[in-house]
């Protein structure tokens, strides 16, 4: 009498990630021999077989199914008994790919000491993403990459001061309800720049003529009053702000004494980038989220004074890094000298 041909019904887990091996993986199903072998098997693809294979019972199978660089689809789960004799669960198995785990935080520059806590540079929020995970996450687990650690799910953490500009690496380690741990890192994530370092603006009502750059989302150069020109922009009342949950914001009144066109009057609007360069230094770069027209005044029938009440956002980690040369527009990021258009150095500076 010839024995039954076995059945396969289920695996348990029925999905995994290819990035490892998985112990006690329990096949069920019907008429399991001694001696059964089990595969993965996906056309095209080379068989992966099963070890530590033990028949528990003729219902259930235990083994260890080895992931680890394995083609991510849908495998068929196959059990060969000892008499040749085959069980297919077609498409019963999922390979896939390690979870994607990214994360950002909001703002991502603060300054030492914050004004809330001396004790402290500012604060920051911390928000995962994650994609492509099998199982729930049950745990986050962060590096702040200043010694301290956190297990919130979107983390508030205040840095230490500092006595120089400092950059942080950040870690991020999820596991999900089976163990399964992904891991992000991002080095020079988080930038601490001291107070010292936010370029000085007079505010006792004598001010300094500061070049002024404005570009468009198209790439395409508006208004160019570049530092050796000379220009008759103007910067009043500039404060800076960083919250938790906010990017870095500067707001400011921009006033032009006359000799800009109307046309370049006209770009000065919201959704355009501007750059502030005063002396040799980028005061700041950002994108014009509010504006409107303070004032305008006749100096004659064709030259006018105007003044705009301006908020944007401030890229405040790159002021301590941007140096503008005036006499050739060199850019020098980080020790790294840049002689270029005022058009590619704004692109530069924006991106």
Avoid at 52 to 80: F, K, R
Avoid at 172 to 189: C, K, M, R
Avoid at 221 to 244: D, E, F, Q
Wanted: aromatic share 8%.
């Amino acid at each position: 009498m010839t024995a039954p041909a076995p059945t396969v019904t289920a695996i348990l887990p029925k999905a995994g990630y290819n990035d490892g091996s998985y112990s006690l993986v329990a096949i069920t199903g019907t008429a399991f021999v001694t001696g059964a072998a089990v595969t993965l098997e996906l056309t095209g693809e080379a068989d992966i077989v099963a070890t530590a294979e033990s028949v528990v019972s003729s219902t259930e199978i235990t083994c260890t199914i080895d992931l680890t660089g394995a083609e991510p689809g849908l495998w068929d789960v196959v059990v060969t008994n000892a008499d040749a004799q085959v069980g297919t669960l077609t498409e019963g198995f999922t390979v896939t790919a390690v979870p994607t785990v990214l994360f950002t935080a909001i703002p991502r520059t603060v300054f030492s000491p914050s004004i809330e806590d001396p004790t402290h540079a500012g604060s920051v929020r911390f928000f995962p993403s994650v994609s492509g995970n099998i199982n729930p996450i049950v745990a986050y687990d962060w590096d702040f990459g200043d010694g301290y650690s956190g297990t919130d799910i979107t983390p508030i953490h205040a840095y230490p001061t500092v006595s120089a500009y400092t950059s942080y690496y950040v870690t991020l380690t999820i596991a999900e309800s089976d163990a399964h741990s992904s891991i992000a890192t991002v080095s020079d994530f988080i930038a601490v720049d001291i107070v010292g370092n936010v370029p000085a603006v007079a505010t006792d009502g004598t001010y300094e003529a500061i070049s002024v750059l404005l570009w468009d989302g198209t790439n395409q150069m508006l208004v160019n009053r570049n530092p050796w020109a000379g220009s008759s922009y103007y910067l009043l009342n500039p404060v800076i702000k960083t919250s938790i949950d906010k990017i870095g914001t500067m707001t400011f009144t921009l006033l032009d004494a006359g000799s800009s066109t109307a046309g370049e009057k006209a770009t000065v609007a919201e959704g355009i980038n501007i750059i502030a360069i005063m002396g040799q230094t980028c005061i700041f770069s950002g994108l014009i989220r509010r504006v409107t027209q303070n004032s305008q005044t006749a100096f004659t029938s064709t030259t006018k004074m105007q003044m705009w009440d301006i908020e944007c956002d401030s890229d405040l980690a790159k002021l301590k890094k941007l140096k503008v040369a005036a006499a050739a527009l060199a850019l020098t990021p980080e020790g790294e000298t840049i002689i270029d258009s005022p058009g590619n150095v704004a692109q530069r500076i924006l991106t």
